[in-house]
Nanobody, 124 residues
Framework: QLQLVESGGGLVQPGGSLRLSCAAS????????TGWFRQAPGKEREAVSC???????????VYADFVKGRFTISRDNAKNTVYLQMNSLKPEDTAVYYC??????????????WGQGTQVTVSS
């Protein structure tokens, strides 16, 4: 069974940090582009970051402008997991965060699989 499971969300104060994890089962995550998306209440889902699959060179990471310099996406192929390190969190980062796979390049033109989401709340 192909599955993505996010974890690491929670409540954090403004300026704090969280690390989200996206663990895959049933397939090898390293061979796919993996993206992080988020959806805040009353808003549409938006792309946050994506890491490509580059068989002959270093994977390429891309970020939405609103997280550049604060968030970092990375892979641990041994753990079949993609991470999103989130620093300097702001209240406007509050949302349900989802990971998703699809294709090999970023930005992703299609999505094959979504995780169930993990809630991130930034509040004092």
């Amino acid at each position: 069974q192909l599955q993505l499971v996010e974890s690491g969300g929670g409540l954090v104060q403004p300026g704090g940090s969280l690390r989200l994890s996206c663990a895959a089962s049933g397939f090898t995550l390293a061979y796919y582009a993996t993206g992080w998306f988020r959806q805040a209440p009353g808003k549409e889902r938006e792309a946050v970051s994506c890491i490509s699959y580059e068989p002959t060179r270093t994977d390429i990471a891309v970020y939405a402008d609103f997280v550049k310099g604060r968030f970092t996406i990375s892979r641990d192929n041994a753990k079949n997991t993609v991470y999103l390190q989130m620093n300097s969190l702001k209240p406007e980062d509050t949302a349900v965060y989802y990971c998703a796979t699809g294709g090999s390049i970023c930005p992703q033109s299609y999505i094959d699989s979504w995780g169930q989401g993990t809630q991130v709340t930034v509040s004092s």
